[in-house]
């Protein structure tokens, strides 16, 4: 989850809506607008009631209810963050390097994918 939310809320990528079973998610999501979204697309996939936050985290915090932080409870292992080397455990400098190499070979990529709106700029 990428800032704080309702404590026991589980993160997902609303990409990731298709690919997690109702079961697993506990059939709640939360995050406002995005949440609703999201919780639509989950309803045509299940007969388990599916639920989200009324005004997300917002609505939450303005109840006056306190907010947690941290990836804890995620669906699913992210795949589209990186951590810190010194976040990462055992040896920094290989952690550092294999992160140059991912961010070089990112580069590459781009400049094949016509499917970004990023321009890759030659320097």
Not at 50 to 68: D, I, N, S
Not at 97 to 105: F, G, H, Q, S, T
Request: net charge neutral.
């Amino acid at each position: 989850m990428s800032g704080p939310h309702r404590p026991r809320a589980l993160g997902l990528g609303r990409d990731r809506v298709p690919t997690i079973s109702p079961v697993d998610l506990k059939r709640r999501l939360d995050d406002g607008d995005l949440a609703h979204i999201a919780a639509a697309e989950l309803a045509r996939t299940t007969a388990l009631p599916v639920q989200a936050l009324g005004g997300g985290t917002r609505a939450w915090t303005m109840a006056g209810y306190p907010l947690a932080s941290g990836n804890d409870r995620m669906a699913e292992t992210p795949d589209d963050v990186w951590l810190l080397a010194r976040d990462q455990g055992g040896d920094r400098e290989s952690a550092m390097r294999a992160y140059l190499v991912w961010e070089i070979d990112l580069v590459k990529q781009m400049a094949t994918d016509d499917d970004h709106r990023f321009k890759v700029v030659k320097v």
